[in-house]
Structures are given as C-alpha cells and as structure tokens.
C-alpha cells in the first residue's frame, strides 16, 4: 500500500462537510480556505495570505 503523505481530498462542495480536519489549521483548513472563501470573498487583503 502507498501512503500519499501531501495528499489533499478534493473538497466536494454540493455534498460535503467541513470536518475537525479543517480546524487543525493545516492542510485541509488551508485547501478549505483557498478553495472556499477566498474565491467567495476575494479583495486585496485576504490576497496577502495573512492570518
């Protein structure tokens, strides 16, 4: 069996859920929120990538 260690689930957004993985301020809460809110409430700031 091969383990996929940078691996990231796609997120499904018409049937899935956010789960505690996205809480743990990782990988998935970063894919959650590049692929989420940052395209739902792009502008200038939230570009930068800051906390």
Do not use: C, S
Not at 1 to 7: D, E, G, L, R
Not at 12 to 21: A, L
């Amino acid at each position: 069996m091969t383990i996929k260690k940078n691996y990231l689930r796609p997120i499904d957004f018409k049937h899935g859920h956010v789960d505690m993985t996205h809480g743990a301020g990782g990988r998935a809460a970063t894919q959650l929120v590049d692929e989420l809110f940052a395209k739902a409430f792009d502008n200038e700031y939230l570009r930068q990538g800051h906390d």
